[in-house]
């Protein structure tokens, strides 16, 4: 059973920085179990949207243009975590964070019924 917990949100003032985890757990399961993995966020009242998108064969990366320059996604072989740092915040960046994967290629890598797996979330609350 693949499971994927996130932890490292919390509440920053407008510019500073967090960090963000996505810990892939599961007999025999890796991040590179993973094609594709993302992450995606949900402010209140407002639908999931994605963030940053990984391909963990070739290590592309692709963002969303409010993250672009300000986010970088990566992955911890060691630790079999998927990260997110995230700069330079904005309280227009507080929501729910959520870590997505999928065992296939990233095709639509932006459309949420991509991914198979989905972790509870983390709250990032941004004030100004």
């Known amino acids: 059973q693949v499971q994927l917990v996130e932890s490292g949100g919390g509440s920053v003032q407008a510019g500073g920085s967090l960090r963000l985890s996505c810990a892939v757990s599961g007999y025999t399961y890796s991040v590179y179990y993973m094609e594709c993995m993302a992450w995606f966020r949900q402010a209140p009242g407002k639908e999931r949207e994605g963030v940053a998108v990984?391909?963990?064969?070739?290590?592309?990366?692709y963002y969303a243009d409010s993250a672009e320059g300000r986010f970088t996604i990566s992955l911890d072989d060691a630790k079999n975590m998927m990260l997110l740092q995230m700069n330079s915040l904005k309280p227009e960046d507080t929501a729910m964070y959520y870590c997505?994967?999928?065992?296939?290629?990233?095709?639509?890598?932006?459309?949420?019924?991509?991914?198979?797996?989905w972790g509870q979330g983390t709250l990032v609350t941004v004030s100004s």
């Open positions: 997505a994967a999928d065992p296939r290629a990233c095709g639509a890598r932006w459309w949420l019924y991509a991914y198979k797996y």
């Open positions: 990984i391909y963990t064969s070739g290590g592309s990366t």
